[in-house]
């Protein structure tokens, strides 16, 4: 039987309300990956070349644009994971069982696990209110009791938190006046500078991290940022099983298995070509959002401190309590849209509550009150459209 015009019409219609549903109903992840194009053709050329090894020429380019993008005359290894970048620097640094190692405590517990690695011990230190990194005045009282219970830390890791540099000028000061290595943690900070230098390149070591959520990424990776060649090739070496040079396999040393793959490292050179893309996309959801709930005061936004510039790897907001962060929470999980709290800190995750922390009540308020929006660099406007009118039902139902 032939179809009459209605009928026609009708299955338009129903065909242009299911797409309408659909798109409404769209995932929107916190922070997925955002491929630029190119990435495919170094990939390629691995495989053309079969240099699918952990080493070859997207390694060894890789780190070199990396090289020149972080400055300072700094050196880069690239290696399978940021936290594998910092079990490398307690390693080069000689951290030792039973040594102490001052940690920021409101990150993620890959800062801190590599202590552990280590058979160390972890002493965590709380955060100042303006970034929410890890606070210089706390840090300085922690490392005086440390030193007057005859323990001198053997290394301190601050972390730039949702790319939001650390007061880390004052940071290193301390450091350099106690004479403690200082590793500074830039696995979310790729692309933020404090006074134009770039994060990372302020410490004795400095950290990256490609993984699948980060400003850009190889799938899982991350990198070493160290002061000399002579400490990248000890990472390098470290990295390969630490193997001796020699025709058969030979150990002196204890090694890993860290180092990146050539395959990996060819999508990390077409992510380099869209770094500052990214980095701009992500400022702009930032001021996106700034500026679509400025209605809600009772929403705070992470401000930059003069002379800092944040990636912005994640916009976070802070609520009155603890009540509404979770309603928001919630209610965009109702409507397909991921958000997240901000991280638990360390002293009090059940593996690390046992161990030495210097508190101020910063952290513990922000993950009680704190919230990470979609960020992603490849959200569509309607994308950031829904969040918002999310949000703002959210606060007119309350």
């Known amino acids: 039987m032939p179809k009459t015009g209605n009928q026609k019409n009708y299955k338009k219609i129903v065909i242009l309300n299911c797409h309408k549903k659909n798109t409404m109903n769209k995932k929107i992840w916190l922070s997925s990956p955002h491929m630029g194009g190119t990435e495919q053709k170094y990939v390629q050329e691995a495989f053309d070349a079969n240099w699918v090894a952990p080493l070859g020429p997207n390694v060894n380019e890789f780190e070199n644009t990396l090289q020149k993008y972080m400055g300072e005359n700094k050196h880069v290894a690239v290696l399978s994971s940021g936290t594998s970048a910092i079990h490398l620097a307690l390693v080069l640094l000689g951290v030792a069982k039973d040594d102490e190692v001052i940690c920021q405590s409101f990150t993620f517990s890959a800062s801190a696990n590599p202590i552990m690695y280590q058979g160390a011990i972890p002493v965590f230190v709380d955060s100042e209110r303006e970034t929410w990194n890890m606070c210089p005045e706390t840090l300085e009282t922690a490392i005086k009791d440390r030193l007057s219970k005859g323990k001198k830390p053997k290394a301190i890791i601050a972390v730039h938190l949702y790319g939001m540099p650390a007061k880390i000028a004052a940071i290193k000061k301390i450091a350099n006046t106690y004479e403690i290595p ?187 009150k704190g919230l990470c929006l979609p960020s992603g660099s490849n959200l569509a406007t309607e994308d950031l459209e829904r969040v918002v009118n999310g949000i703002k039902e959210i606060f007119k139902g309350s």
Request: net charge neutral; with cysteine.
């Open 182 to 368: 200082l590793i500074e943690d830039a696995a979310e900070a790729l692309g933020s500078s404090v006074n134009q230098q770039k994060c990372g390149t302020f410490g004795d070591f400095g950290i990256l991290s490609f993984n699948g959520n980060k400003i850009i990424t190889t799938s899982g990776g991350g990198a070493l940022i160290t002061s000399s060649e002579k400490q990248k090739d000890k990472a390098v070496f470290f990295a390969t099983q630490s193997r001796d040079h020699a025709p058969h396999y030979q150990h002196s040393e204890i090694g890993y298995n860290y180092r990146m793959s050539n395959i990996l490292a060819g999508i990390g050179r077409g992510q380099m070509e869209v770094l500052e893309a990214r980095v701009a996309a992500r400022r702009a959801n930032f001021k996106y959002y700034k500026t679509a709930l400025a209605e809600i005061p009772e929403l705070k936004f992470l401000e930059e401190p003069t002379g800092f510039y944040a990636n912005r790897w994640l916009t976070c907001i802070t609520t009155p309590s603890f009540e509404i962060r979770e309603k928001i929470r919630l209610g965009l999980e109702t409507q397909n849209i991921e958000s997240r709290p901000l991280w638990k800190p360390m002293h009090q995750q059940p593996i690390f509550d046992k161990y030495p922390s210097y508190l101020n009540g910063v952290s513990d308020h922000l993950f009680e």
